[in-house]
Every structure is written in structure tokens, then in C-alpha cells.
Antibody, heavy 121, light 106 residues
Framework: QLLESGGGLVQPGGSLRLSCAAS????????MNWVRQAPGKGLEWVSS????????YYADSVKGRFTISRDNSKNTLYLQMNSLRAEDTALYYC????????????????WGQGTLVTVSS | DIQMTQSPSSLSASVGDRVTITCRAS??????LNWYQQKSGKAPKLLIY???SLQSGVPSRFSGSGSGTEFTLTISSLQPEDFATYYC????????FGPGTKVDIK
């Protein structure tokens, strides 16, 4: 099970940290991912992190502004979001990866229910 | 970056119809292609991984095929619970999703 939290209303230029609490599997054995969905739009991959936390990927749209991290002792995934823009408004999902490392050919399952981030003045 | 496209963007079909959705990648991704179903207000659900492998618990009316740059998701006999939006995803280089195909009732 994956449970996201930390969403809310933030002003443009502000910061927010999302959390995803994992249970029911060996958290440290799997890479993890963040995916977002703007209202009425499709899915956009945001970021991925390997099981050990040593490797990370970011979408170009968030590179340099967002930081993915994980605390395997707490079974928790994080997304630190800085310099937020209106276009970052979305429902943010965390999703478990099928493997430990960030290799090709993996997939996301399961997904959490999401936490809503609204960037507006 | 690898660009993903899907066709059609939407379709109307009846219960019992055979439905095919196509996903194309801008470059060769071998079989690093997954399919997800998303119902309104719900999180996406994995249907097919590695282009053609059926996820456990997913009905056998769903199937996937393809490799390289062209892939298809087929629903052999559409059921009422299948009306949803379907997304393809590549995991060859970083990750990325197609724009989605909405399947609704004719």
C-alpha cells in the first residue's frame, strides 16, 4: 500500500514536500517513482529513484527544482518541490517500481491514490 | 527524449466490441512498453507489462503486442467495466507516457 501526503495550496515560487508512506512490501528492494496528473490532463512522469537511493532520474520539466529522496528506515519516499509554478498544479501519485535499479524495461505497480498540489496566488 | 503517441485519442464502442489502441514510440524501445487503465477519479492500474505480459489478476480479454516502435493494446470483447482511459508508457530511457486513449460508450 502507498499513501501520499503533503499536498496543499502554495503560492508561485513557494516550496512543498510530498511524502509517500509504503507498507506491505520490502521498501528498500524497489525503485520508486512520482507521476503527476494536471486537472483533466494525462499522466506525466516526474521522477524516479533506485532502491538504495543512489540513482535518480528527473523529467526535464522539473529538473533543478524538484528533488526525489527516500528513507528506507522509515519506508518513506519524498519529493521536495521548490520554485513552484502554476503549471505544477496536479495530483501527484507515487508508484512502486518492479525492480531495484533504474533499468530499462520496468513498470509501475501499484500506485497510491495521490495528493493534490495547487500552485496559485 | 522518446516521444510517445497514441491513436485514436478517443473512441466510442459498444459492449462486446473488439477494441484496438495503438501506441508508437519515436525511436526503438524494444519491448519496454507498458499499458495502464485509469478510471475516472482513480489511480492508474497496470494491465500489460513488457509489451505483451498480462499483469496478474487482469482479465484475459486484454492483450498486448508489438516491439520496436509500434505497439497495440487489444480488448477482445469490451465489458462495461472497461470504459476508461488507457495510457502506454515507455521505460527504455527515463520514463514517459503516451497522451491517453479514452474509451467511452457508443
Amino acid at each position: 500500500q502507498l499513501l501520499e501526503s503533503g499536498g496543499g495550496l502554495v503560492q508561485p515560487g513557494g516550496s512543498l514536500r510530498l511524502s509517500c508512506a509504503a507498507s506491505g512490501f520490502t521498501f528498500s528492494s524497489y525503485a520508486m517513482n512520482w507521476v503527476r496528473q494536471a486537472p483533466g490532463k494525462g499522466l506525466e512522469w516526474v521522477s524516479s529513484i533506485s532502491g538504495g537511493g543512489g540513482d535518480t532520474y528527473y523529467a526535464d520539466s522539473v529538473k533543478g527544482r524538484f528533488t526525489i529522496s527516500r528513507d528506507n528506515s522509515k519506508n518513506t519516499l519524498y519529493l521536495q518541490m521548490n520554485s513552484l509554478r502554476a503549471e505544477d498544479t496536479a495530483l501527484y501519485y507515487c508508484a512502486k517500481d518492479s525492480i531495484f535499479s533504474l533499468n530499462r524495461g520496468d513498470w509501475f505497480d501499484p500506485w497510491g491514490q495521490g495528493t493534490l498540489v495547487t500552485v496559485s496566488s | 527524449d522518446i516521444q510517445m503517441t497514441q491513436s485514436p485519442s478517443s473512441l466510442s464502442a459498444s459492449v462486446g466490441d473488439r477494441v484496438t489502441i495503438t501506441c508508437r514510440a519515436s525511436q526503438n524501445i524494444d519491448t519496454s512498453l507498458n499499458w495502464y487503465q485509469q478510471k475516472s477519479g482513480k489511480a492508474p492500474k497496470l494491465l500489460i507489462y513488457a509489451a505483451s505480459s498480462l499483469q496478474s489478476g487482469v482479465p484475459s480479454r486484454f492483450s498486448g503486442s508489438g516491439s520496436g516502435t509500434e505497439f497495440t493494446l487489444t480488448i477482445s470483447s469490451l465489458q462495461p467495466e472497461d470504459f476508461a482511459t488507457y495510457y502506454c508508457q515507455q521505460t527504455s530511457r527515463t520514463r514517459g507516457f503516451g497522451p491517453g486513449t479514452k474509451v467511452d460508450i457508443k
